[in-house]
C-alpha cells in the first residue's frame, strides 16, 4: 500500500480514471492497528485496484474534507470525486470491507 504524504500526492492519486482505495488511519488508532492484521488479505482480493494510505494527522485538512469523522476508514475516489466511503464503525473485520469492496467495485 503506498503512503500518500501530502496534499499534492494526494490530489493527483484520486484524479485516477480508475477507482483507487484508500485507507484513512493514524499511528495512536487501535482499530487502525488491528485492520493492519487482516487488510493485506482484503488488498490481495482486490489486487486490481491500487491501494493507497494517507495518516490524517500528518497530511491536515483532508479527512475533514472528506468528511472522515473516525479512522480507519476506507474510501474509493474515482476522477476526483469520493465515490464510496466506509466509516470505522464498519472496518473492524475483513468481511466488512470485503463485502463493502464488493458491493462499490463489484
Known amino acids: ?6 496534499e499534492d500526492k494526494f490530489n493527483e492519486v484520486i484524479n485516477s480514471e480508475e477507482p483507487v482505495i484508500i485507507k484513512f488511519f493514524a499511528d495512536w488508532c487501535p482499530d487502525c492497528k488491528r485492520m493492519d492484521m487482516f ?22 485538512g483532508i479527512a475533514e ?9 476506507i474510501l474509493i ?7 464510496a466511503h466506509q466509516h470505522s464503525a464498519y472496518t473492524k473485520s475483513p468481511e466488512s470491507v470485503t463485502e463493502f469492496l464488493q458491493q462499490q467495485l463489484g
Request: no cysteine.
Open 1 to 6: 500500500m503506498e503512503q500518500i504524504n501530502t
Open 39 to 60: 487488510i493485506g488479505d482484503v488488498m490481495e482480493e482486490f489486487k486490481n485496484y491500487q491501494w493507497f494510505e494517507i495518516n490524517s494527522d500528518e497530511v491536515k
Open 65 to 73: 474534507k472528506y468528511e472522515v469523522m473516525g479512522i480507519p476508514s
Open 77 to 83: 475516489f474515482q476522477e476526483g470525486e469520493k465515490k
